[in-house]
């Protein structure tokens, strides 16, 4: 069964630092998304991108965060100059809008610790 | 603004038995989806079942069924025959321009 993969599960970067976090949505789906959880909150949008260019943002995605899908495979979140309070549980999620499929599968999540 | 309410913190059940999660929402929009995920302790979100606002029957996912009252804007989640792999937080999901309002999670633990 195909499924959204995130590579690191884990990342530790300093105060300051520039991070890449990267995901590989399932091959046919055509909108992409990244969710943030601060530990022991709520599940809350960042993005949605759709046809290579963001659809949608929340306040949380502020100019610190990008998104990028450099191939047709790799989708990824970079933040700059990373704060103590960036650190998170973010998601990857994606959808196949064609049909009546229609909900956003996740990935396993990337745990990034700012320190 | 679109809302998503779990008022249950935490629930426990005992093994095999029955227990219901409460979810209330928001949203002027008349056609949307509601969504339960299951969050086990790895932390990922696997999605529990699904319901389709214009659809008036409740959907149904072998132990899993949901309770839908639109006009109250209700969605509870019905675990039958608890088993302990179904310890997790559970969110309520609603679909709202082509993201994922979720509320603030409800922790079950399910006891032996």
């Known amino acids: 069964e195909p499924e959204v993969t995130q590579t690191p599960s884990h990342q530790v970067t300093q105060m300051g630092q520039e991070v890449i976090l990267r995901c590989v949505p399932i091959?046919?789906?055509?909108?992409f998304y990244w969710y943030r959880q601060i530990l022991g909150q709520k599940v809350e949008f960042l993005v949605s991108f759709y046809n290579n260019e963001i659809s949608e943002k929340s306040e949380i995605f502020d100019d610190r965060f990008s998104v990028e899908r450099p191939d047709g495979s790799n989708f990824t979140l970079k933040i700059r100059s990373t704060k103590l309070e960036d650190s998170a549980m973010y998601f990857c999620a994606s959808r196949n809008i064609a049909g009546v499929i229609n909900e956003q599968f996740f990935g396993p999540g990337t745990r990034l610790t700012v320190l | 603004a679109q809302t998503v309410t779990q008022s249950q913190p935490e629930m426990s059940v005992q093994e095999a038995e029955t227990v219901t999660l409460s979810c209330t929402y928001d949203t002027s929009e008349s056609n949307y989806y509601l969504f339960w995920y299951k969050q086990p302790p790895s932390r990922q979100m696997i999605l529990v079942i699904r319901?389709?606002?214009?659809?008036?029957q409740n959907a149904t996912e072998n132990r899993f069924s949901v309770n839908f009252q639109k006009a109250a804007k209700s969605f509870s989640l019905k675990i039958s025959d608890s088993q302990l792999g179904d310890t997790a937080m559970y969110f309520c999901a609603l679909e709202y321009g082509n993201k994922l309002v979720f509320g603030a999670g409800t922790i079950l633990r399910v006891k032996s």
């Open positions: 091959s046919n789906h055509l909108y």
């Open positions: 319901q389709e606002a214009y659809k008036q």
